[in-house]
């Protein structure tokens, strides 16, 4: 784990080193605080239940979010219990704290299993949702609450519950009744 850490804090503090600069301060907080509790994709996920044509996209990723979150946020970040890298490096942060535990990052997670549940279903609609979600997993390192590997876990997480989810929905035929499609009986 000490070597996992290493590696770590030798990305975070490159990003700090060559990647930060003021004018992209506010645009990281704010990607941090468009992910908090997953409030843009369960917002994204509502407004796709209101067209017959997304409905299921919409309740896919509403499951895949409720299951990562499960896993993640009240499962694993309880069984590991990793402090985050601005305890441990005493790292002055300039958004507030978050304090909970570290490992696996929950913005990533959510915004992975919301982005790849759209991709899985609408290639369209999926490419900006999965850049989106690329960009809130990095603001997380950005700005230090999340150490690479919290991140990276998250992402992992999130794509296989979005890609079991909708695996299940298509193979049980219920993405097809939820958004009102008849199979022809040939």
């Not at 590696?7 to 490159?14: G, K, S």
């Not at 704010?30 to 067209?51: D, K, N, P, R, T």
């Not at 929905?169 to 219920?174: A, I, R, S, W």
């Amino acid at each position: 784990m000490e070597f996992i850490t290493s590696i770590d804090f030798t990305i975070l503090n490159w990003i700090q080193d060559n990647l930060r600069v003021a004018f992209l301060d506010p645009i990281m907080a704010g990607l941090g605080y468009v992910g908090e509790a997953g409030i843009i994709w369960i917002a994204l996920a509502i407004v796709l239940l209101f067209f017959k044509k997304h409905r299921a996209t919409g309740v896919i990723m509403l499951a895949a979010m409720a299951i990562g979150f499960l896993c993640g946020d009240i499962i694993i970040k309880h069984l590991v219990a990793r402090p985050r890298p601005f305890t441990v490096n005493n790292f002055p942060l300039f958004v507030n704290p978050p304090s909970s535990f570290s490992f696996p990052s929950g913005h990533s997670t959510c915004a992975f299993a919301a982005s790849v549940s759209i991709l899985l279903r609408n290639r369209k609609l999926g490419i900006p949702a999965l850049i989106l979600a690329l960009l809130i997993a990095f603001s997380r390192l950005y700005i230090y609450v999340h150490y690479p590997s919290d991140v990276l876990c998250g992402i992992i997480l999130g794509t296989l519950v979005a890609v079991l989810v909708s695996l299940i929905f298509k193979k049980t035929g219920l993405a097809d009744r939820i958004s009102g499609i008849k199979k022809s009986n040939k």
